[in-house]
């Protein structure tokens, strides 16, 4: 019975964590990079996984964090670029997922 049942944790459990979407940070120069480049430059605690997780980091430390469509792009981008702007600040870091960023490197 034990390994009938973590078949089955394992079958529905890894297609959820399969379909979760790997985000990237985009820099003018180097194009999708890592969001560990988010660490030093931000001092986090640890790498995010997405730009909700950045953003909640931000709100932990008391800012103000807006998540949104870039300004200027494309309609078919959304929901795959994500700009999480911190403050008042009009710029923040823009997270693109998988999907666009092999766009990118062809």
């Known amino acids: 019975m034990r390994p009938f049942f973590a ?50 980091m931000m709100r932990d430390r008391g800012n103000k964090v807006t998540v949104g469509f870039p300004p200027d792009m494309p309609p078919e981008y959304h929901a795959k670029i994500v700009q999480v702007k911190v403050g008042n600040d009009d710029g923040g870091p823009v997270f693109a997922d998988e999907e666009v960023c092999r766009r990118f490197r062809r």
């Open 7 to 56: 078949l089955l944790v394992i079958l529905v459990v890894a297609p959820a964590f399969a379909q979760r979407p790997t985000w990237y940070v985009l820099s003018r120069e180097k194009g999708c990079v890592d969001p560990k480049v988010l660490l030093e430059y931000e001092q986090l605690p640890r790498a995010p996984a997405s730009p909700d997780q950045y953003a909640q």
